[in-house]
């Protein structure tokens, strides 16, 4: 289950301010249980993980177990932004950080750029692999998974007679030009929910296939999420969603802390933060408004972005991500030299080092004028990551609504696609391109 702890909030905001934004919090809770408010269309994703069927996640494990039976060894993920983010997140965070994970193919991601040399390189790789592709687009029509599906779908009806066996496509149930083209050539299909948008749809097949592919428990996966959605059912100041919205919306409209940072002690959660950042980006960040979500993986950024937000503008503040236990365990030994003086060290877990440094960080980010949120879990493992993944979808709802926007939009996305087949010159874009050729 998730926790949080806002006990480094203190030093910044009185206990009268907080209370009134848990009452905001409240009335935004109200808001998105009661389904009436803006994007309301858009809220398949609260119960999906009660909603999945069993029958759903036997579909995923027999494409894993067909493919083991055809020496599938690759399996390129096609997808970008919500059809690619949360697949990676728990699969960066799930595998081992160094060695192939056992008994399962090499998942790699494509289709979330437009260059060339990583397409031409990922071609590399296929071409000296047992390759498969899982293809996901809600529409259907997005151009970077569009183009990266073009070339790698061309290259795998060159090389296997069961290329069609080798591809499944994730998309809208009835429209877009991916369904048609599956429908065309008998691929196998799963759905996106019309109900649940990109970046809220980590526990639909968009999430669970390539994570089961990956070798990962996704039964495991919706069980954290379906405990952790049961946590948040209650309307109270205990309610770990309420009590971050409150807070978020508390630091930025009324401290001036424009820039949320989420921190983690764990290199294996760099996703989390990648996921994380498209879902409060892409659903606060409109009208003019919204916390800025940044995202750093610590120590190792203390050694680059430690100085500026120790010292740099105050308009920071930090949500750590902790997690209580390690996997492993690695003892620093004693050394008859001592040259580097780590002696005093000696007998203690790398662990112990890494959470002094994440108390050390909190105390001196505190004195340098920077809240401090902490989030919580026990473990990296599929239990915890269906947890903070529904506790941070369900916490964004209710944030959201705080703020007085519709999360479940995203008109802004579309200025840069626009110019972009303009200056491509697609066809239907003609008065365009002669538009934006006269600024350029
Ligand atoms: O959250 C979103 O809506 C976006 O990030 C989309 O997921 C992204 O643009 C990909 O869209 P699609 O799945 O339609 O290809």
Redesign the pocket.
Known sequence: MVKISLGGCNPFVKKEEYNAYVQKAFAAFDELQGEKGAGNDFLGWKTLPVDIPESLVKDCEAIRDDWAARGVNLVVVI??????LGARCAIEALSHQFLPQKGAPRVVFAGNNLSEDYLAELMDLVEQSNAACVV???????TE?AVAFRIVKEYLEKKYKDASERIVAITDAKKGALKTLATQEGYRTFV?PDNV???F?VLTPVGLLPIVLAGFDIRAMLKGAADEREALLAKTEDNAAIQYAAIRNLLYSEKGKKVEILVSFEPRLQYLGEWWK?LYG?SEGKEGCGIYPASVIFTTDLHSMGQFIQEGERVLFETTVKVENAKRSVVIGSDAQNLDQLNYLAGEHVEHCNRMAQLGTKLAHIDGGVPQIEISIDRVDEYNLGAIFYFFEFACGVSAYLLGINPFN?PG?EAYKKNMFALLRKPGYEAQTEEILKRI
């Open positions: 997808g970008i932004g919500g059809s690619y996901i687009s809600k529409s259907g029509t997005t998974p996106v948008g990109g970046r749809s498209q892409e995203q996305v």
